[in-house]
């Protein structure tokens, strides 16, 4: 006889380091290794400085969350054809996900964002959302299908690219894992006081914090933020790529 077999369906928590926080709905409370994220309403964030890996059940794969994100679920069931649906919300931060490639046609596993979802089947690629919404998509290996305002744009393997809330995703361009940092500093006396600004630039896809703070990127790759002067011998600023590569800057201004 042909047997219906229910499975299910979990995100395991693995390898916790600093702050890490397990959601239902709106209570929370500090996460253990072996917490099972199973319905609608759970989830996990992370606060400075901090990481946690979800093992995803049957061995499809696993999500690298960094540091300062949130990670809800949205959806785990298993298909009548026996696939497997995973959907995930990020609101902001950043994580990556290396998922083996699937073997039932109707599987899924998808992301979404507050630009778009990203539709996968088996790669290894990385996100970056920002607070403002803006969603960027690097993709080491695979294909991930960036999706908003009606449009599906392919990032295979080796590209990049990414989503502004209202618009469609932008067209992908090779994955450049750039770290580098342009900026300079503006000083001024406002009402007496004196203020300043860092302006910096860096690739648009990536993820920037400014004392502990992180900052929206515009289209460009630009972003500004204003500082009390004598709040800091040196502003410390990290670049992250949606892949989770980040290089710490100590920027001295006189």
């Known amino acids: 006889r042909d047997l219906n077999v229910r499975v299910n369906r979990a995100l395991v928590l693995q390898n916790l380091r600093g702050q890490v926080r397990f959601w239902q709905n709106a209570a929370s409370r500090n996460a253990r290794s072996g917490d099972r994220l199973q319905a609608v309403g759970q989830g996990v964030s992370t606060g400075k400085n901090s990481s946690v890996v979800l093992k995803i059940d049957l061995g499809i794969g696993q999500v690298n969350v960094s540091e300062q994100t949130r990670v809800n679920v949205q959806e785990l069931s298993t298909g009548a054809n026996g696939g497997r649906i995973t959907r995930l919300s990020v609101p902001t931060g950043q994580v990556r996900l290396q998922v083996r490639r699937f073997s039932a046609p109707d599987s899924r596993l998808e992301i979404e964002t507050p630009a778009g979802v990203a539709g996968v089947r088996g790669t290894d690629f990385g996100m970056n959302v920002q607070r403002n919404g803006k969603t960027s998509v690097a993709t080491l290996a695979g294909s991930v299908a960036a999706i908003a305002e009606g449009k599906s744009v ?25 770290l580098s940092l342009q900026h300079k500093f503006i000083r001024r006396i406002d009402s007496g006081v004196r203020r300043l600004r860092l302006e910096g630039k860096v690739d648009p896809v990536n993820r920037v914090i400014v004392e502990e703070v992180e900052q929206n990127v515009d289209r460009n790759g630009k972003f500004s933020v ?13 670049v992250m790529t949606p892949l989770g590569f980040r290089r710490d800057y100590a920027l001295a201004f006189r």
């Open 154 to 178: 392919l990032v295979n393997g080796g590209f990049q690219n990414f989503t502004i809330p209202g618009e469609p995703p932008s067209d992908p361009v090779p994955l450049r894992n750039d």
């Open 226 to 238: 204003e500082l009390e002067t004598i709040s800091f011998p040196q502003v410390r600023v990290t």
